[in-house]
DNA sequence: GACCCGTGGAC
DNA sequence: TGTCCAAGGGT
């Protein structure tokens, strides 16, 4: 059964391969290492709609991983505003670094994994796209695939060892990055979350869900918990048509990322935040904004000024702030106050 | 294992 | 409009 599911997957591929940026055309040469890895990372938890414009920006500015690991850490970060998750910005630095510093990428999956910002997935993945080796290859897609295919009820992520002893079973020895990316384009466009195409799959008469009766109400999932709403200020402080922009510190909430000052929302705060200026405060109205796990209303206060604010920060250019790379709930308070 | 970490599109 | 979700990783 193995043997004939990764060979009729395969056959389907060569067939319908989605035709992506990052991925090597029919007779080019080996893929590019770095493309595959920046491609993986941007599409981590996001689409490849969303990930296409920034994969051509990154790789027409940097168009290799050495061009990468020299440019300013807060260059990437803003080149990387909007596309979200920004500890994989941070990271890509930090591994780009240290891939120019060892001379190249390493080639095996243990090593990858060493990468910061390469977890299980994206070890795997690299592994067997760009260096052609075995490796089994578990995204949500695979767990989607993997589920129906043997029927597998549990729920998630309870079932997440059943799905990788599954997986490991029907990866071949021999084309395994076509294999894993045949997987991912299967999910993509057949084996979809909602009303999948079961009479387009190539898999369909090897399919147990689909003989079952119902694949399309796997994966089962554990339910999701409620988002509490945040309430937060920030502030617009402007001088001479620029504005005042600080940059975010650490690890936690949009890290690494220019932002306008506010009064700690991120920090579990609860708006009584203290303005960092004296003088006059203007409402500019309210961003409502969700994050992964809350909702944030965001009350965004303005004043013009002749002082300095207290504590790090720069002036910006209120015409510039496109390239300022100001992650989506401060361009959406830049947009109000523009607006 | 649970929780934190963004965003925009589809329905 | 709210909900779900997408090529996850770090802690």
């Known amino acids: 059964m193995a043997a004939i599911v990764s060979e009729q997957l395969l056959d389907w591929y060569d067939a319908h391969a989605r035709d992506l940026p990052w991925r090597a055309r029919p007779g080019d040469p080996a893929p590019d290492p770095y493309r595959v890895w920046l491609s993986e990372v941007m599409l981590q938890q996001t689409t490849v709609a969303a990930v ?12 290799t991983v050495e061009d990468l690991a020299a440019s300013p ?6 080149a990387w505003a909007g596309l979200g998750y920004y500890s994989r910005a941070r990271n890509l630095v930090k591994a780009a670094r240290a891939v120019a510093e060892r001379g190249g990428f390493p080639e095996t999956e243990k090593a990858l994994r060493e990468l910061p910002g390469l977890g299980a997935y994206t070890a795997a993945a690299v592994a ?19 589920s129906r295919l043997f029927a597998i009820r549990e729920p998630l992520p309870g079932s997440r060892k059943a799905i990788r002893t599954c997986a490991e079973e029907i990866t071949p020895d021999s084309r395994a990055g076509d ?21 387009l799959c190539p898999l369909q008469t ?10 399309a109400l796997l994966p089962v999932k554990a339910p999701k918990k ?17 504005v005042w922009l600080i940059r975010r510190e650490g690890k936690g909430m949009l890290g690494g990322m220019r932002a306008l000052p506010d009064d700690g929302w991120s920090a579990g705060g609860d708006g009584s935040g203290a303005p960092p200026l004296d003088g006059e405060w203007q409402g500019a109205g309210v961003v409502r904004h969700t994050f992964t796990h809350f909702a944030l209303e965001l009350s965004v206060e303005r004043q013009s000024t002749r002082e300095e604010p207290p504590g790090h920060g720069e002036w910006w250019p209120v015409d510039q702030l496109e390239e300022a790379g100001l992650p989506t709930l401060f361009a959406k308070a830049a947009r109000l106050v523009l607006a």
């Open 206 to 215: 090897a399919c147990r869900g689909r003989a079952e009766g119902d694949p």
């Open 73 to 78: 850490e807060e260059d990437v970060m803003a």
């Open 128 to 146: 067997a796209i760009a260096f052609d080796r075995r490796a089994v290859v578990v995204d949500a897609n695979v767990e989607r695939v993997v």
């Open 52 to 63: 296409k414009p920034y994969f051509e920006a990154f790789t027409s500015r940097w168009p």
């Open 179 to 199: 294999f894993a990316q045949a997987m991912m384009d299967l999910g993509a466009t057949i084996c979809t979350s909602r009303d999948p195409k079961c009479l």
């Open 226 to 242: 409620a988002k509490p709403v945040r309430q937060g200020k920030a502030w617009w402080i402007e001088r001479d048509s620029a």
